[in-house]
């Protein structure tokens, strides 16, 4: 079986960047080298200030320190680290195509099918390569026939080992993953390649957690695992809304089913909507492939968990606005929490920008504190969406750093993500800076053990009256 010396991963993202750090970690002996296209990305990844790294994830900075310049190196160099790597991992972004066929639906495949060009041409010995990025079913196909046509005599086996890492917790999902998953053709070279792919992975995840399969199976379960999570959330969800008309609880209800251990009690807590690049854009993934496969009644039903989650959004503003008299326009709206979920800096798909958007349509006055996300990519976030001029989001919403401050004279505070810091604020005293009625709209019921009602705020949980 070949030895692996020299790993490449194309792509320092928020999958590439952690992954290639423990990878170079746990297996000491491979030089790791990370490529980007994107300059500024790679001096953030090499910069000397560990806690300007472009990822925040626990744990992650005292790993690259560690390794970095050792057996972890970040560079530009895309063609130089593959010229000189036995392994090649893809880990560039798969967003949703915004233009032509498929727009709003199909994951665009522009940037993997360019790595794929990049690595035909460069190539001058053998290689494994692996699609690291979420792809849809059959990518492993496209990419064959890229690099198979060269005419340069190398042989490129190609795998699908997709991640599985959640943002917050990536470096402990990725040191304890529950299962690596490695798709491979079952021919002689295709299982020799799975096999050195796995060799890396047993440094240190025990070999029954590493999982050998065909490459469709592979692609798709990846998909598949992500439909079903965001469909839990949105189960949960459509939940929140019955309760809030029957009296029940929705953190006791979570509780009573989730006991059931068919059930189980992960990923059943009730929110403002799920966030993150990849739930929506894998769902709309399979939703297409489903119809472009003619499955019309697979399609709809996967679409049903992005509708849920779109509806968990507008019904929370519609609370916001109609508890306020059905009026907020001029009304001083502070949001806690940007992120799209707690301990990342991470805000692709946050359901915060869509709630913001949306009470900025009613006129109201908003004022966001975050303690991880950046001004600057806050207002980009409502730039993107494109529903008004960026100079009148900047006149419409200030970003602050001190939580407390921007209480003063507020209406209400909704809080979007689940900081823990929040729940250690001295409440009183924000009840006391605010404008009366106070209210406190939680779209993460963060604050379900507190005493904000016996304080005199007007306080809506989410999922209960
Ligand atoms: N973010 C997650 O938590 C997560 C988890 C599991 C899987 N995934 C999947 O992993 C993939 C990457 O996601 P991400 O969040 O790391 O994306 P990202 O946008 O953070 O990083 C992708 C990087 O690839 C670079 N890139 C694009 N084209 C390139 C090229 N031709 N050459 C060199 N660099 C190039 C970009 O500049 C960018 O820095 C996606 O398919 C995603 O669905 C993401
Ligand atoms: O009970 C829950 C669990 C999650 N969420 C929300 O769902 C979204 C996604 O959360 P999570 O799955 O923890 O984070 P991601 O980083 O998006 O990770 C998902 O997406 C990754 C990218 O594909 C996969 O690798 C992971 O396995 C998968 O969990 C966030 O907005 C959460 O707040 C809820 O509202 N309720």
Redesign the pocket.
């Known amino acids: 079986m070949r030895s692996v010396k020299n790993i490449c991963c194309i792509g320092a993202g928020y999958v590439g960047g952690p992954t290639m750090a423990v990878i170079a970690h746990e297996c000491p002996e491979i030089n790791v080298t990370v490529v980007d296209i994107n300059p500024e990305r790679i001096a953030q990844w090499n910069g000397d200030n560990l806690d300007e790294l472009p990822i925040y994830e626990p744990g992650l900075k005292e790993i690259v320190a560690k390794c970095r310049d050792k057996n972890l190196f970040f560079s530009t160099d895309v063609e130089g680290a593959i010229d000189k790597s036995e392994v090649v991992f893809i880990s560039v972004n798969t967003p949703t195509k915004t233009y032509g066929k498929g727009k709003g639906k199909a994951a665009d495949l522009k940037y993997i099918e360019l790595c794929a060009r990049t690595i035909a041409k460069v190539a001058k010995s053998d290689k494994i390569i692996i699609e690291k990025s979420?792809l849809p079913v059959r990518t492993a196909e496209a990419l064959k026939s890229i690099l198979s046509n060269t005419g340069s005599g190398v042989n490129f086996e190609i795998l699908s080992n997709?991640?599985?890492?959640?943002?917050?917790?990536a470096v402990n999902?990725l040191m304890n993953p529950d299962r690596v998953l490695i798709g491979g053709d079952n021919t002689p070279s295709g299982i020799e390649a799975k096999e050195v792919l796995s060799k890396i992975y047993e440094h240190w995840v025990p070999e029954e957690r590493i999982l050998k399969t065909n490459v469709w199976s592979s692609e798709l379960s990846?998909l598949v695992?992500?439909a079903f999570?965001?469909q839990?959330?949105s189960s949960?969800?459509s939940i929140s809304a019955l309760c809030e008309k029957t009296d029940a609880n929705i953190d006791e209800v979570s509780k009573a089913i989730g006991l059931d251990s068919r059930i189980g009690p992960?990923?059943?807590?009730?929110?403002?909507?799920?966030?993150?690049?990849?739930?929506q854009k894998?769902i709309l993934n399979l939703v297409y492939i489903a119809r472009s496969l003619g499955l019309t009644e697979v399609a709809d039903y996967w679409e049903q968990v992005i509708i849920m989650n779109d509806y968990q959004k507008s019904r929370f503003v519609d609370k916001i606005i109609t508890s306020q008299y059905n009026t907020i326009n001029g009304k001083r709206i502070v949001i806690y929490g940007w992120a799209?979920?707690k301990d990342?800096n991470?805000t692709r798909e946050?359901?915060a920008i869509y709630v913001v958007d949306a009470l900025l349509e009613e006129n109201a006055e908003i004022i966001v504190y975050d303690p991880k996300v950046s001004e600057e990519r806050i207002f980009a976030d409502l730039d993107y969406l494109g529903t008004r001029d960026s100079s009148e989001n900047r006149k419409r919403v200030t970003v602050a750093n001190d939580p407390m401050e921007i209480t003063k004279n507020a209406h209400a505070i909704a809080i979007l993500t689940?900081w823990d810091e929040f729940k250690s604020y001295d409440w009183k005293t924000i009840y006391e800076n605010m404008m009366k009625p106070a209210f406190v709209f939680d779209g993460?019921r963060l604050m379900t053990n507190s005493n904000l009602r016996q304080i005199g705020f007007e306080y809506y949980n989410l999922g209960e009256v």
């Open positions: 979420t997709p991640e599985f890492l959640a943002e917050g917790t999902d990846k695992a992500n999570l965001a839990r959330v949960i969800n992960k990923f059943l807590k009730a929110s403002v909507g799920f966030g993150g690049s990849c739930f894998d799209f979920k990342t991470d946050s359901a689940e993460r």
